[in-house]
């Protein structure tokens, strides 16, 4: 009985030479690439969080001629995390806001490696002017996230308007246009994020270069976001308005909750987001 653990050991060691244990270097560098991409607990968002911290002032505008100095160093390595990582067994939370972060990571390096520029629609992806939404940025692979390269319109409408069922999300990801919500000064964590959705809302709608609610007796003037991203909150005037109700106090919270105000849209500001720069247009 004794000799029993010497044997089976023993016959570990052969199958292993057979099969290609030892020397096999290649078997063992799949492994360890196989590990990296399979390691969601090592997701660390703390680099992206003191980038953030460093190159975005209180007003949510990024200093990109510092970032530009300090992308290889700073942004690179966490673009690297992202491309290694597997998120799909992270809880929920967690998973969203791997994603979120991962698509304004993606659009400070969009527009780093295209510094400077007025606004993101000045990379065009072909020939000919780029226009928003459509022949855009958007579409241009901008790189790796869990393995695989994506655009922004992949990360932002396959993966997280496909996946998840989180309106507040567009109030998060940030396209580098002044009209967009706030860059937030800290990363996304699942933790966190439920709060950090809350107050990211919060913001963007008592933001009157954005918002004005109410305008006037009668009528409120939401960003245009509202208007593309419309059955994210409900399809109509009334179901936003039933939406926003929420972020707001007293009368005009009433009157949203019974879906009263007239609703019109403002124009959109695509001028880059950058320190100095003015704000959106009114």
Known sequence: MTLRPLVASTL?????????CIGGSADVNVVRAQDRLQAPHRVDHAPFDRLL??????EGYVD???LATEADSTLAPYLQQLAE???????????????INAYNAYTLKLIVDHYPVESINDIKPGAGPSIPKVNSPFQLDVGAVADTVHTLDDIEHGIIRERFDEPRIHFAL???AVSCPRLRREAY??????????????????????NVVPAGASRIRLSRIFKWFDE????????TQRFIAPYFDGAVRRTLEQGGYDVSFRTYNWSLND????????
């Open 275 to 282: 320190q100095g720069t003015g704000t959106a247009d009114r």
């Open 232 to 239: 994210d909150f409900g399809g109509s005037a009334e179901s």
């Open 12 to 20: 570990l060691a052969i199958l292993c030479v057979l099969s290609g």
């Open 53 to 58: 911290s460093t190159v975005v002032n209180a």
């Open 189 to 210: 964590t699942g933790g966190n994020l439920d709060a950090q959705l809350d107050d990211q809302a919060r913001r963007f709608l008592h933001d009157t270069d954005k």
């Open 64 to 66: 990109y001629a510092r």
């Open 85 to 99: 990582t597997d998120p799909s067994n992270l809880a929920r939370d967690a998973r969203l806001a791997f994603w």
């Open 174 to 176: 940030v396209c580098a």
